[in-house]
């Protein structure tokens, strides 16, 4: 998997990949993982996958936790600030389908504000498989086919 990250986006991209992330909001298990894919174990970096604070100069936006009422609007503003081609993971059983916390506030999955182009299942879902996410995302943005094109994909642990 690390060497198809580094052949991918060494050979492919020619440049690093900005990658955005959102916690919607749960139990931070997943953006622990994230972290965690950050750090000199996997350290995407050396990658060039760079986490990046500015949605307007994102090309991967990273979603964690569940959707709900209050952060819907936000969510949906942050992905309309980026610009295309653009891809969307949901990260974690409860950015994928709402997880445990379904009650009248939950508004469930991603993919009920935004269009979600790969889903990395799990709780909380490894680092090995949100670095295989973002490199299927990347291949769907510089892929020939076109970013909507594609069908949507998911990550099995």
């Known amino acids: 998997s690390i060497e198809k ?5 060494l050979k ?3 440049r690093s990949v900005y990658v955005y992330r959102v916690d919607c909001g749960g139990c931070n298990g ?12 996997f350290d995407v970096e050396r990658f060039g996958i760079v986490n990046i604070g500015d949605p307007k ?5 990273l979603v964690t936790g569940t959707v709900n009422q209050r952060n819907k609007d936000v ?7 980026m610009p295309e081609p653009k891809a969307v ?19 469930g999955g991603v993919d ?20 295989d996410g973002v490199v299927l995302a990347l291949e769907m943005v510089k892929g ?12 099995f642990e």
């Open 5 to 9: 990250a580094k052949a991918t986006l």
């Open 12 to 14: 492919k991209i020619k």
């Open 30 to 41: 997943c953006e622990i993982e994230i972290f965690g894919s950050i750090t000199p174990v």
């Open 57 to 61: 100069h994102a090309d991967v936006l």
């Open 75 to 81: 969510l949906k503003n942050l992905y309309d600030q």
């Open 89 to 107: 993971i949901a990260i974690g059983a409860c950015a994928c389908t709402g997880g445990v916390f379904q009650d009248y506030n939950v508004v």
């Open 112 to 131: 009920h504000v935004i269009p979600v182009d790969v889903y990395v299942p799990g709780c909380a879902a490894k680092p090995e498989a949100i670095i």
């Open 144 to 155: 020939k086919l076109g970013l909507r094109d594609m069908p949507q994909t998911t990550i």
